[in-house]
């Protein structure tokens, strides 16, 4: 390739990305409206009691969005598990006659290194729950909410799994992860319902400061029960998810 069309090149590259620089730096300086993103901040914690901007937006400003989006979440979840229990069906039953129906292949296999990480999931998995219910909790005012909270949870459950086996693992936390996502969509759609009989739109929140024992001045907000709501529909998805795909074959 000639050096003058590498040359040509970067000089064209260089000044596009001057002018496109100048241009952004000149819109943002003579700006003389105020964005959506000014109204948020100012409103998060006027209208919905929430210096958490970004999960005010998912629960309160946007909650029907994020309804939805669980929904679809909940719905791509059984449509993997389907696809994956038909495979099983129509392919798996050769499989296990060829095993002389023994069960075998589902039994857990440590090996040498497992007693190191079967001690330390033990205890790390416990931390992880418990910050996940603190960023669940936490997320209406600080860094969290149901999304993360839900998936650090998750994550405790997949190192449970990588330690004791997805066997070892379905024994030990005999909860149908399907039903989970369905009761979250419920409290997330029953929060939005009670708004009605306040004579408020759906979805609508309400927030006040109440002096509880022990906690003294606590801020609580209806918001709170969407968001876990969203905390067991994500968990429940993701553990579908993961619980069709990576069970032990």
Known sequence: MPLRFKLSNA???I??????????????????FDTIADYYTDASYKLAGGKNVVNVILVDFRGF???????VLGIASLGIYSLIKLTAANGGSGKAQRDGGSDKHNLYLP??????????????????????????????????????????????????????????????????????????????LLTGIGSFFFGAPFLSHAFGHFQLPLLGDTELATAMLFDFGVYLAVLGVTMTIIFSIGRDK
């Open 11 to 13: 000089v064209i590259s």
């Open 15 to 32: 000044g596009v990305g001057v002018v496109v620089t100048l241009v952004a730096l000149a819109a943002l300086g003579g700006r003389s």
């Open 65 to 71: 969005d994020t309804l939805l989006e669980i929904t």
């Open 111 to 188: 090996s040498g290194n497992d007693v190191i990480l079967r001690t330390i999931s033990k205890a790390v998995m416990f931390v992880i729950l418990i910050f996940s219910f603190f960023l669940l909790l936490a997320g209406h005012n600080h860094p969290g909410g149901g999304f993360i909270g839900a998936l650090m949870s998750a994550s405790a459950l997949v190192l449970l799994a990588m330690a004791f086996g997805m066997k070892a693992t379905e024994r030990t936390v005999p909860v149908n992860f399907r039903k989970v996502t369905a009761v979250g969509l419920m409290v997330a």
